[in-house]
């Protein structure tokens, strides 16, 4: 582990700290300071941003079905309010012929 003193900008090679926030003295030039290491902090965060990227995208897709199972099971009633609808259908029915 390389601790760069934020004074001289020595770098010191240190063996490997479990504890963040520890406080070093520079024996080059006395300068004290805190040392914050953010290698556990910074994967736990990307780590979250994953799930929620996840849960986002399952949320989207279950979504888009259900707009789907709706519109295939009230084709008839949507069919009666415009004929813009009956249109729409009869496009997809071209697309995917059930029928
Ligand atoms: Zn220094």
Not at 69 to 87: A, C, G, M, Q, T
């Amino acid at each position: 582990m390389n601790i760069q003193c934020p004074n001289c900008e020595t770098i010191f090679d240190l063996p490997e700290q479990v504890s963040s926030n520890k406080k070093y003295k520079c024996s080059v030039c006395n300068h004290i300071w805190i040392e914050k290491t953010y290698e556990h902090k910074a994967l736990s965060p990307n780590g979250s941003e994953k799930s929620d990227l996840n849960k986002i995208i399952i949320l989207n897709i279950t979504i888009f079905l259900l707009v789907i199972i709706v519109f295939v099971f009230f084709r008839n009633y949507l069919e009666d309010i415009d004929s813009n609808w009956k249109s729409l259908y009869l496009f997809f029915d071209m697309l995917i012929p059930i029928q």
